[in-house]
T-cell receptor, first 117, second 114 residues
């Protein structure tokens, strides 16, 4: 059974619309992340959450808003979509974000491939 | 800021030959280094992670040695297999805020030919 679920697998949207990317992890982890992979920037960190609190935000635009309704959920809302937002969005999780000077292993979900027309 | 450099975009090898993928980094601190592998249409998966005690991590025949003096964490394997064909990312942990942020290089595509 998949331990990190991302829905949908593929998503086509029109410019200006809003979409929500879903991520659920069943690994019992306390930290969750979003990364983006595109042709321009292969793997780019977006957000990190620990115990449902935002730890880091590296997105320049407020159009990207993470939402954590439960400890094992971290959805990504994207508003006013642009063609440049076309990418594969990966959710990841780890036991902790950082503990006693050691980075925990991050496990990636299968990704949501977003195409904005 | 911290950064990771992977100089080769594409490495093409014949099966059975040794593999070496380069990774150098810049960091204010002493970060942890990682190698992730991504097969076509799949998620990135951790391949190797540097240890705090300078042990050499190994997995699936791959190994990497962290050289702090040269800020390098090159990935090596003695004999390439067809199944090793994939995209390989080197990454470092950003320790400025202990937020779990990973900084990835641009990646190196390894193509192993028969």
């Amino acid at each position: 059974d998949p331990k990190i679920i991302q829905k949908p697998k593929y998503l086509v949207a029109v410019t200006g619309s809003e979409k929500i990317l879903i991520c659920e992890q069943y690994l019992g982890h306390n930290a969750m992340y979003w990364y983006r992979q595109s042709a321009k920037k292969p793997l780019e960190f977006m957000f990190s959450y620990s115990y449902q609190k935002l730890m880091d935000n590296q997105t320049a635009s407020s159009r990207f808003q993470p939402q954590s309704s439960k400890k094992n959920h971290l959805d990504l809302q994207i508003t006013a979509l642009k063609p440049d937002d076309s990418a594969t969005y990966f959710c990841a999780s780890s036991q902790e974000s950082f503990f006693r000077g050691q980075q925990d292993t991050q496990y990636f979900g299968p990704g949501t491939r977003l195409l904005v027309l | 800021g911290d950064s990771v450099t992977q100089t080769e975009g594409l490495v093409t090898l014949t099966e059975g030959l040794p593999v070496m993928l380069n990774c150098t980094y810049q960091s204010t601190y002493s970060p942890f280094l990682f190698w992730y592998v991504q097969h076509l249409n799949e998620a990135p998966k951790l391949l190797l992670k540097s240890f705090t005690d300078n042990k050499r991590p190994e997995h699936q025949g791959f190994h990497a040695t962290l050289h702090k003096s040269s800020s390098s964490f090159h990935l090596q394997k003695s004999s390439a297999q067809l199944s090793d064909s994939a995209l390989y990312y080197c990454a470092l942990s950003d320790e400025t805020g202990n937020t779990g942020k990973l900084i990835f290089g641009l990646g190196t595509t390894l193509q192993v030919q028969p």
